[in-house]
């Protein structure tokens, strides 16, 4: 197989095969030409023969005739000068089959009785010719016995030996020059048909070289086009195909980043499957819901995470799961993958974490159940007593005064309500703007000390500072800021027990911040109330708070004052022995000018 692997390329079948059709050519005419040429020689060497035996056997009859000494010499002479064929013995021979005449080369014959068979048949009156090979040389050669005759009487017969290794010579020169003519055409016939080859070679050559580039990977090579004929229409054709495959493919690889690109970023979880329900596709937030961020889930079945014979008849299925220790609520939704032909190959799920949704829809439904009881309350309070007012309490001075006393009361209550209300939804609507300025921190915790200087004497609670060694510059929306403190002291009196003590703090957390900081000593927060403490309307102590006035959206407020400004606020609380609430405000780097009116 090793030597004739050359015969597996196509330049190399062309040659053989060219080589073939002329060295099959060149033996069919040869095979001709030499048989033509050996006919023709040798019938033209059998006519000269028999024409010269023929004359010479009409010269020496009337020789034979006579029989006399002179006559044998005249017919030496004769066949001496008659006979001009080389490398030919003649004979003339008697009635009795006596050589009279010979050739210089058979002297030794005169005289003596030449019994051959030819001249046996040429004296019975018959004419004798045939090739055979001389013993003696090995030589071809022409034997001819012809009857010489007068009047129907075999006065003789003259028999020739007649070589025919000239004749032949001279064939197997043709032969050679035959065969050195197909040797030449041979070899002009390969080096044609290299040349030929690899005009139909160099080009198929290069496309595999470009085809073995692409199946690579790359499409910017180009097949040179060396003519017009069919393979340069193909390896233009291969031309246009490599571009447009590289567009394709271009474009392809642009939608597969789009859409890769798209689920990886999508806040939704996607899922794909086989018409046997494994995994085939899936993106980092369908990981995350069903509590596989790590493990490699690809080529797995889905029912190994999910159970789908819950899936309702719409394709949908909400179901709790447990992630990151904490239990999440996802709803999937299902759709079937169809080929053009309409059979199903597979499905898709998309999944959704609905935990929040549910959250806030549930903490909706809670504040408006909320609003409703707050707004209840004091509308309940200001009918049951106007119509007490109407059915005569009005004509009692001192009820009259303590029932407009409680509707005062009720409405201031309800106006904080529907103040704080407001506030919070322009929280909501982004509609909420800052007045910020410059303002000395020491000057508002100072003026905080002094408006609750009454509550604290009259609730027998210390009021402390603790400021630092410098004066910091803040810039905050004042208004804001004593609100979130109004409301944050306002909690820590309200909580706290009589003889404790509520302590202030502030210290500069780095060049950008400040902290400040609200303990006291009440009652405290429950550690399973910390996660809810500052969402709307939500109380630790619903009753006792009612009880003191508060609306419950305090520290909804003051969070998202504090937030607006770009700072964070946290509690941290123990049960039945204080509270500290932890803020953080941004300082003023660049001030000319400072509010100092507080």
């Not at 006065?155 to 050195?180: H, N, P, V």
């Not at 399973?528 to 708070?545: G, M, N, P, T, W």
Request: aromatic share 6%.
């Amino acid at each position: 197989m090793g030597p004739l692997r050359f015969l597996q390329t196509i330049q190399w079948k062309v040659v053989v095969l060219y080589l073939l059709l002329i060295l099959i050519a060149m033996q069919v005419i040869s095979a001709y030409f030499i048989r033509a040429a050996e006919s023709y020689y040798t019938n033209n060497f059998t006519e000269t023969l028999n024409a010269q035996a023929n004359l010479l056997a009409v010269n020496v009859e009337q020789y034979l005739e006579d029989r006399q000494s002179t006559s044998v010499d005249k017919m030496g002479d004769l066949v001496q000068n008659l006979f001009t064929l080389r490398e030919a013995d003649v004979q003339v021979i008697d009635s009795n089959g006596i050589v009279l005449v010979t050739t210089e080369e058979n002297r030794g014959l005169l005289g003596q009785k030449n019994s051959r068979p030819e001249i046996n048949v040429a004296l019975m009156g018959t004419r004798s010719e045939s090739i055979q090979y001389d013993p003696q040389s090995g030589k071809r050669v022409k034997m001819l016995a012809v009857p010489i005759k007068k009047d129907g009487q075999v006065l003789g017969a003259l028999f020739l030996i007649a070589s025919m290794e000239e004749m032949y010579r001279t064939i197997r020169q043709i032969i050679d020059i035959l065969a050195t003519g197909t040797a030449i055409a041979l070899l002009l016939t390969v080096g044609l048909g290299v040349i030929l080859a690899r005009t139909i070679t160099t080009p198929v050559k290069e496309i595999t070289r470009q085809v073995t580039q692409m199946a690579n990977g790359n499409f910017n090579g180009r097949v040179r086009i060396y003519s017009k004929d069919e393979i340069g229409r193909l390896a233009l054709a291969f031309n246009y195909l490599s571009e447009r495959l590289k567009t394709a493919l271009e474009e392809n690889e642009e939608e597969r980043e789009k859409l890769s690109s798209i689920l990886m970023n999508m806040s939704d979880g996607v899922i794909a499957t086989d018409r046997e329900q494994t995994i085939i596709l899936i993106n980092d937030p369908a990981r995350f819901m069903i509590g596989e961020e790590k493990e490699e889930i690809t080529g797995k079945k889905l029912t190994d995470y999910i159970d789908l014979s819950k899936v309702d008849e719409n394709g949908n299925l909400l179901y709790e799961k447990e992630v990151d220790g904490e239990f999440r609520l996802i709803r999937m939704k299902f759709s079937s993958i169809a080929s053009q032909e309409g059979k199903g190959k597979g499905i898709v799920a998309v999944l959704h974490d609905v935990t929040e949704d549910e959250a806030l829809e549930q903490e909706r439904k809670e504040f408006v159940a909320n609003v409703s009881h707050e707004l209840r309350t004091p509308l309940t309070t200001f009918k049951s007593y106007i119509e007490a007012l109407l059915e005569g309490a009005v004509e009692e001075r001192e009820i009259a005064y303590r029932f407009l006393g409680v509707l005062t009361r009720e409405t201031d209550r309800m106006t904080r309500l529907v103040n704080d209300l407001l506030q919070l939804s322009r929280f909501d609507a982004g509609q909420h703007s800052l007045d910020l300025r410059a303002i000395r921190l020491d000057l508002v915790l100072k003026d905080l000390q002094e408006r609750f200087l009454v509550q604290s004497k009259q609730q027998n609670i210390q009021l402390d500072l603790e400021l630092p060694g410098e004066p910091l510059l803040i810039w905050v929306d004042k208004d804001g800021i004593i609100q979130v403190l109004d409301n944050l002291l306002s909690n820590a009196f309200k909580y706290s027990n009589e003889g404790t003590q509520i302590l202030v703090r502030a210290m500069k957390k780095d060049e950008k911040w400040v902290c400040i900081e609200v303990i006291d000593q009440g009652m405290g927060i429950p550690h399973r109330d910390l996660a809810r403490i500052f969402e709307r309307f939500y109380r630790v102590d619903k009753a006792r708070s009612r009880a003191m006035g508060g609306t419950g959206l305090g520290l909804s407020i003051a969070r998202q004052i504090i937030l607006a400004h770009g700072g964070n606020i946290n509690i941290e609380s123990e049960w039945q022995k204080g509270t500290k609430v932890i803020f953080t405000l941004p300082l003023c780097e660049v001030c000319e000018e400072v509010d100092e009116d507080v």
